[in-house]
């Protein structure tokens, strides 16, 4: 299995995507950047440095979460990680490496991301173990996965020729970790690929981003993306 999403990932290129499908998952990615950035837990570290993971980079859509911050990151896909070092122009601090066997010692990071990663592992257990073996004590992990409890559903979000599985809040509690907190978010309806690309865009970037937080006051739980923040005890 571990082979088949590499190889998925190795030939993985959104922006041959179709327009529409660019347009929401550039959202989602906004909606991701948007939440990371007011978690108390992201900004103390920001604020008074540490050791940083982005375990699962990719080609870097969240660089900018950690670029100022001293991070690691790793990827199962080599391809992706030269992708992200020719974008960012990084030639160091990039590890191609499984989260199910990560090449760290105990209680190196204070804070690791974990960004749209755990939906393609089988044993979810495995990973959170490993993601607390790394952490330091009192670490935090930041993870966002597909919501299993959304109350809408978007197939680009959960498709996938390779393994893939929304996860609950309940895949987060185990021992050793304290949830500290949740969210959810992206609650943009499907029947919204009839718009042209245009009016799509014009609409996300007119309205949608304004009522987001509004609409997580008012479906709570319900959004198709879960972050769950989870401090090492």
């Given at each position: 299995m571990k082979e088949d999403i590499k190889k998925f990932y190795d030939n993985w290129y959104p922006e041959t995507l179709p327009c529409y499908i660019q347009t929401l998952m550039e959202l989602e990615e906004k909606l991701v950047l948007n939440t990371v950035e007011e978690l108390k837990e992201y900004r103390d570290i920001k604020k008074e440095g540490g050791r940083v993971l982005d375990c699962g980079c990719g080609f870097g859509s969240y660089f900018s979460l950690t670029r100022d911050l001293d991070t690691l990151y790793l990827d199962l896909s080599y391809h992706q990680l030269k992708r992200f070092g020719r974008r960012h122009r990084l030639n160091s601090n990039r590890i191609c490496g499984d989260i199910l066997n990560l090449p760290f010692k105990d209680n190196t990071f204070d804070l690791i991301l974990c960004i749209n990663v755990l939906e393609h592992v089988r044993d979810i257990r495995r990973g959170l173990r490993e993601l607390h073996r790394v952490l330091k004590d009192r670490g935090v992990a930041i993870v966002v996965v597909v919501n299993r409890?959304?109350?809408?559903?978007?197939?680009?979000?959960?498709?996938?020729?390779?393994?893939?599985?929304?996860?609950?809040?309940?895949?987060?509690?185990?021992?050793?970790?304290?949830?500290?907190?949740?969210?959810?978010?992206?609650?943009?309806?499907?029947?919204?690929?009839?718009?042209?690309?245009?009016?799509?865009?014009?609409?996300?970037?007119?309205?949608?981003?304004?009522?987001?937080?509004?609409?997580?006051?008012?479906?709570?739980?319900?959004?198709?993306?879960?972050?769950?923040?989870?401090?090492?005890?």
């Open positions: 409890d959304s109350i809408v559903r978007e197939e680009i979000f959960n498709d996938f020729k390779i393994y893939h599985r929304a996860l609950s809040l309940r895949d987060f509690e185990m021992e050793g970790f304290k949830i500290e907190r949740y969210v959810t978010f992206y609650f943009l309806h499907p029947i919204f690929k009839v718009l042209p690309v245009s009016l799509l865009r014009y609409f996300i970037d007119k309205l949608y981003l304004k009522l987001d937080y509004r609409l997580r006051d008012i479906f709570r739980g319900g959004g198709q993306f879960l972050c769950v923040v989870l401090r090492k005890c």
